[in-house]
């Protein structure tokens, strides 16, 4: 099968159209055929030798998480995921191949049916950064009525989601992002938009009940000035890996509870997520499609920052 692979990291050219065995599922996995696949951070970092690429067993190597495609293969004759059935969810990359291929497989609890209202291509921006912000904002912060959160780089893939998310359960959500951004955040249901380019968020907010921090203090010690915004007690949230060594004996040195967090593959969310956007609670948003052949353009414009909502890549047709 066709597929966007590398073999061995290296910067966004390493990325290249490849031959790679079509996967046997075993036991309870179902094999999918890819219509589209998201693209996410971590496959660029992953890719350029950080991520979780020292755990993957073998080159060439296709990367990627989402998808979105329809069933060839189910686990047995009454499973409710039959071939044709159109679905969405996450791979185990790196434990197996990645979706950025024609063909995947995937454990039955990872997937379910794709959202009716959305394409393919729509579907396959969903599942990491939606399951991200699902876990931050409903699993971890429990947001609810008159909850102030804030949201570091709410117009990326998983801030849309945690925006759309929190203000659905009722919570303040004050977020950062470019002032080109505003607009549009506010349509998804932030209260206040702070532009990271002419204030410190810490002048204007404070005595917030949770941070969800998508930058840590990679950039410009976001992480570090997050703590003095939180009410005592409050909680930080600390998603990019290795952007932060030692953030939970700052918070706690300051009265403030802290946590990281790792997405979950949970076909039940997703479902619950299907519903949220098929009633349009939520929407996603793609803000550029790149074919498969063109891997490697959509690593080169996830690293140049400033993206909106998801990228995606067109693996087949629908």
Known sequence: MRAA??????????LHLGEIPVPDPVLGELLVRVVAAGVNPIDAKTRAGAGVSAAVPAYPAALGYDFSGVVVRAPYASHPLQPGTEVYGMVPFPRTGGSYAEYVVVPSQSVTRKPAALSHVEAAGVPLAALTAWGLIVETAHAHEGQRILIH?????VGHFAVQLAAYFGAQVTVT????????LRELGASVVIDYATTRFEDVVGEMDAVIDLVGNATDDVGSRSLGVLRPGGLYVLVPTGSWDGFEEAAAAAGLR??????IPDGDVLSTLAR????RSIQVYVDAVH?????????????RGHTRGKSVLRVSEG
């Open 291 to 303: 074919d498969l052949t063109d891997a490697a353009s959509a690593h080169r414009d996830l690293e």
């Open 177 to 184: 992002a470019s002032a080109g951004n505003a607009p549009w």
């Open 258 to 263: 802290a946590t990281g967090y790792k997405v």
């Open 153 to 157: 780089a709410g117009s990326g893939g």
């Open 5 to 14: 692979v590398i073999d061995e990291p290296g910067s966004p050219e390493a």
């Open 276 to 279: 949220l956007l098929d009633t």
